[in-house]
């Protein structure tokens, strides 16, 4: 098996990016490691910078169902990620498009897992959890599978301990826009920022997520085989925190991690995080196609227009926005989601958590994410540039694997992937026969901004 090289340079801070980064500073000997983002960690704009993310190994997946286990084994049991876990249960609610809920169940048998789960109807549902979900819209839901073991994670708090312990152990990070590869003949030998500084390094690995297509069309434009092509696809889901009150945050304190992915509803949430934020999520993607004439090619690139991404107010919002998030706060809770509407927005590309000066503002922003036609991740070389490494596209599931996505980023540094993990994730896979990534947006912004 080939060795680490002795210098690697990371370009994006997010999950892919930061656990790499700590996985090789573990090594022994460990390489020189520059970890580089736009901005002081955690960078507010990766899709892995947010409040909380749901954690879970429910997949229909034999493969991610495996990988969930061992990674959910770490969030409870590693001091590193544990302080950050919070094991709430998850209820999911799916149609046919995801896949069977039977087969979940199957999985975790030939895994030989009790994980507790169950199957409830929608009016058991309605009578649990304090009767939260009694006025939830459960149209064409047949069963929901509740899985106790399952939970969630405050995301922006566990993404910047893991650089921190990163930098702890000699990674070095820097903050600023990567303008370029450097790329020359067929070898990256490094990189160029926005503000004309040059870093080198032995391997260069791209953990850029949505940002992947135009990185590598701004650095070899006229080199079409260096490009992504179809393999990548930025997209973006809407998302909105609520701030609560302390009684309100009581009154949903006993609330589940809850997906429900039929009907109108079309979206998720979980319970309040400790700072009392409410979140829920529209899993109803979009893209933002542009074209690109260096290349010569069109592809879905993050919003940088701040007049079409925040507003002041939900009436100010284009009425396509208002009524993404109104669908789903409404169809999970009901009426008890009234009087949660916010007063303040920001619908952004580049946003985190922010708040107003009265600190009463509730964040409404996109969580994009770089997002494969088979839903599987890429952590493989770049077959047609030497010294080149991909380790991205979460494909808005990657997140979840944040204690162990770097590990196996460093077992294809060291060709020490399985057999099933190469062909998972190598660059040049076929998607043909395969089925199809549900989360591949369907739709641009434009149509939801209509």
Request: with cysteine.
């Amino acid at each position: 098996m080939p060795p680490l090289a002795t210098s690697y340079i990371i370009v994006g801070a997010g999950v892919f990016g930061a656990s790499t980064a700590l996985s090789l500073s573990q090594e022994n000997p460990s390489p020189t490691v520059i970890l580089i983002d736009r901005t002081p960690f955690p960078c507010p704009i990766a899709a892995s910078h947010d409040i909380n993310k749901i954690v879970r190994s429910d997949y229909n997946d034999l493969f991610y169902c495996k990988l969930g286990l061992q990674t959910l084994e770490r969030w409870r049991k590693d001091p590193l990620y544990s302080q950050w876990y919070h094991q709430s249960g998850l209820a999911k609610a799916t149609d046919e498009r995801f896949g069977n809920v039977q087969k979940i169940f199957d999985n975790y048998k030939e895994l030989g897992v009790d994980v507790k789960a169950e199957l409830l109807s929608p009016s058991e549902m309605r009578t649990r959890f304090e009767g939260l979900y009694a006025d939830a819209d459960f149209t064409d839901v047949d069963d929901i599978l509740w899985n106790p073991s399952s939970g969630w994670a405050e995301a922006a708090r566990a993404l910047k301990a893991t650089i921190e312990a990163a930098v702890a152990n000699g990674v070095h990070y820097v903050s600023a826009p990567v303008a370029t590869l450097i790329i020359e003949d067929e070898c990256c030998i490094g990189i160029r920022t926005e503000d004309g500084r040059t870093f080198s390094a032995s391997k260069t690995i791209l953990s850029t997520g949505a940002y992947t297509a135009k990185l590598l069309a701004d650095s070899a434009p006229t080199r079409p085989e260096l490009q992504v092509g179809d393999r990548i696809t930025a997209c973006a889901v809407c998302e909105v925190a609520v701030n609560l009150d302390p009684e309100q945050a009581k009154k949903f304190q006993n609330a589940a991690a809850f997906v429900l992915d039929v009907g109108k509803a079309q979206g998720e949430t979980m319970p309040p995080t400790p700072d009392r934020q409410l979140k829920f999520i529209r899993d109803v993607p979009f893209r933002n196609t542009t074209y690109d004439p260096a290349s010569d090619q069109s592809f879905s690139v993050p919003l940088t227009n701040a007049e079409r991404s925040q507003w002041t107010s939900p009436q100010n919002m284009p009425s396509g926005i208002r009524q993404e998030i109104d669908t789903v706060m409404k169809g999970i809770y009901g009426k008890e989601a009234e009087g949660l509407r916010p007063d303040v927005c920001r619908f952004c590309w580049y946003a985190s958590s922010p708040k107003d000066e009265s600190g009463s503002a509730v964040l409404t922003k996109p969580y994009r994410d770089g997002v494969t036609p088979d839903n599987n991740w890429y952590i493989c070389p770049h077959p047609r540039c030497q010294n080149l490494c991909i380790a991205t596209a979460g494909s808005f599931h990657g997140w979840k694997f944040l204690p162990i996505i770097g590990q196996h980023v460093v077992e294809m540094l060291k060709g020490e992937l399985t057999d099933e993990m190469t062909r998972r994730w190598e660059w040049d896979r076929s998607f043909e026969g395969k089925p199809k990534n549900v989360l591949l947006a369907e739709r641009e912004l434009r149509d939801l901004e209509d």
